[in-house]
Nanobody, 118 residues
């Protein structure tokens, strides 16, 4: 059974940091590309950053230079270090796993809330 435990969400001040973690189980973690997505109220879910099985990182333009994605295959964990947070970064953040050769093999975490406010 595929499970995700997402943690690290909460309230951050503008310009401040926050670190999200997602620990997965129930599938061969190291064989899956991992990503973080986010969805703000009334908005579509969007990709934030991805990391391949080979640990190549793929940030999106909106977070480049501010967010860093990393993975620890020994711990089945993917992290998202978020720096210089902006109010527009507030959203629910979701962990995603996708097999690089079988895209239909995709799993989602339950989401963790990030709020950015002074």
């Amino acid at each position: 059974q595929v499970q995700f435990v997402e943690s690290g969400g909460g309230l951050a001040q503008p310009g401040g940091p926050l670190r999200l973690s997602c620990t997965a189980s129930g599938f061969p973690f190291s064989s899956y590309d991992m990503s973080w997505y986010r969805q703000a109220p009334g908005e579509e879910r969007e990709a934030v950053a991805g990391i391949t099985t080979g640990s190549t990182t793929i940030p999106t333009d909106s977070v480049m230079g501010r967010f860093t994605i990393s993975r620890d295959n020994a711990k089945n964990t993917v992290n998202l270090q978020m720096n210089s947070l902006k109010p527009e970064d507030a959203a629910s953040y979701y962990c995603n796993a996708r097999h690089p050769l079988m895209p239909a093999e995709t799993y989602w975490g339950q989401g963790t809330q990030v709020a950015v406010s002074s």
